[in-house]
């Protein structure tokens, strides 16, 4: 009887291995959103990567949080480090192509609690009464990352929270497109 049992649990980890195997080797997640501001607008709020702390959707996360900025103060070359508690881990992003106010590609390296390289788009789109923002993200899966996904719908894990992002990136860059036209007030002059 053992030995028929260990037959079928042996025969169910090949099969589950077989079918892990067979799943595809790259994933792609993408959300998007209208946001009433120009893409100027919008494109600003992205390629700073200082104003992310503003509307990312895991910037307050971990309260404690260590971020480092380097390399160029704004667009391409500049990086962004952090490091924080088990709900954000650590990792590196640098935004290695900036065409404004229409793209924005960044390489994002997570270091824990797993080590992956994805890359990330941000696709910004005029339309009436402002701009379509989307935010994709893709890369490589390996085994243990396409058995992880057998459980966890990665698609609407990391969507869930992109759609948190957008949500929030459209009220910052809505409001500072409200305070780009308003007329500045000019200071009063000495007596």
Known sequence: MLKKVLFAVLAAL???????????????????APIAAP???????????????????????????SVQYGGAAYGQGATYEWSGNEKIGQGRMSIVAARPPS???????FLKPWSQTSRSQ???QPEAGGTRVSWVMTGEQDFIGKAY?????????????F???LGSLRLVAEEASVQAQRPSQALPSAP
């Open 122 to 124: 941000f696709l910004l």
């Open 163 to 165: 759609a948190k992002g």
């Open 149 to 161: 996904g057998v459980f966890v719908n990665q698609d609407k894990l990391v969507g869930d929270q």
């Open 14 to 32: 090949v099969v589950f291995a077989a079918y892990v195997a067979a799943r595809p080797s790259t994933y792609r997640i993408e959300r998007d």
């Open 39 to 65: 893409p100027e607008v919008v494109y600003a709020q992205i390629a700073d990567l200082h104003r992310w702390s503003a509307w990312s959707p895991w910037a307050n996360l971990d309260p404690h949080m």
């Open 103 to 109: 793209e924005i590609d960044i390489q994002i390296e």
